[in-house]
C-alpha cells in the first residue's frame, strides 16, 4: 500500500483564518503505489491566483533496470491525490483546548474529525465550524462546500446557506459559491479509497483572504 512521505516543508506559512495554516510550499514522495513501478515526488505550493495549494513539480523515478517509464505509467500517477494526502499532515489548524484555554495546533485530519464527531452545535458555532471547514477545504484543494456539508453533517444546500451568510456577513469574504468542477481526489474520511460521489459517506465512528504571516 502506497504511503506518503511529506519534508521540505517550508517555514513561511500561509494564515488562511480561523486558525488554518498552511506551509507556502512543501515535497511529498510516495512509493508503492499501484501500477506505478517508481518513487513520484511531488512539490506543492500555495498559488495566489489560483487562491488554494497546487501541484508545481512532479517527477517519478524507475525502481531499477527492467522498468521503462511510458505514458501509460505516468497516466497512474495521482498527483492531486498526494498533494491532498500530504497536506492533511502539513495543513494545521489552532484550536481552543478544552481544559485551560490555550491554543493546541492539530493537523486538518485531526481537526475535520473533531468538526464531525461535534454534535449540538446552535447557530453561531454552525457558522463559525463551517468557514473554519471551509479554510481547511482550500488547503488541501478540496471542493469547500461539499466538505462543509460532509464535516457537519448537513445538506449541500444547507452548507451553501451557511457560507453565503458567512460571506455576506463579513466572516469569510473570500468564500465562492459556485463550486470548482475539478473532481475531489480523494474522501477526507476514506482516504485509502478512490472519492465516489455517488456513493455512500462514512464519517468517523468517534472524534479523533489569504496573507503571509507566523
Known amino acids: 500500500m502506497a504511503d506518503v512521505e511529506t519534508y521540505g516543508i517550508s517555514d513561511e506559512r500561509i494564515d488562511l483564518g480561523s486558525g488554518v495554516t498552511l506551509p507556502t510550499s512543501w515535497h511529498a514522495r510516495v512509493s508503492g503505489e499501484q501500477d506505478v513501478p517508481g518513487t513520484i515526488t511531488v512539490r506543492v505550493e500555495w498559488d495566489a491566483a489560483l487562491g488554494r495549494s497546487a501541484v508545481a513539480f512532479a517527477a517519478l523515478e524507475r525502481d531499477g533496470e527492467g522498468v521503462d517509464i511510458t505514458g501509460q505509467v505516468l497516466r497512474e500517477v495521482r498527483t492531486h491525490w498526494i498533494m491532498a494526502m500530504s497536506a492533511l499532515e502539513v495543513v494545521t489548524v489552532d484550536v481552543v483546548a478544552a481544559e485551560d484555554g490555550d491554543h493546541d495546533r492539530i493537523s486538518a485530519g485531526e481537526f475535520l474529525s473533531r468538526m464531525q464527531a461535534q454534535e449540538d452545535r446552535d447557530r453561531q458555532d454552525s457558522l463559525a465550524d463551517a468557514v473554519g471547514v471551509y479554510r481547511v477545504a482550500t488547503a488541501l484543494s478540496y471542493p469547500p462546500l461539499k466538505l462543509v456539508a460532509d464535516t457537519l453533517n448537513v445538506s449541500q444546500s444547507t452548507a451553501t446557506r451557511l457560507m453565503s451568510r458567512a460571506r455576506d456577513t463579513g466572516l469569510a469574504p473570500e468564500v465562492r459559491i459556485q463550486e470548482p468542477r475539478r473532481a475531489p481526489a480523494i474522501d477526507p474520511y476514506n ?24
Do not use: A, C, E
Open 191 to 214: 482516504l485509502r479509497k478512490p472519492f465516489d460521489p455517488s456513493g455512500p459517506h462514512y464519517g468517523p465512528s468517534h472524534p479523533g483572504g489569504p496573507s503571509i504571516g507566523r
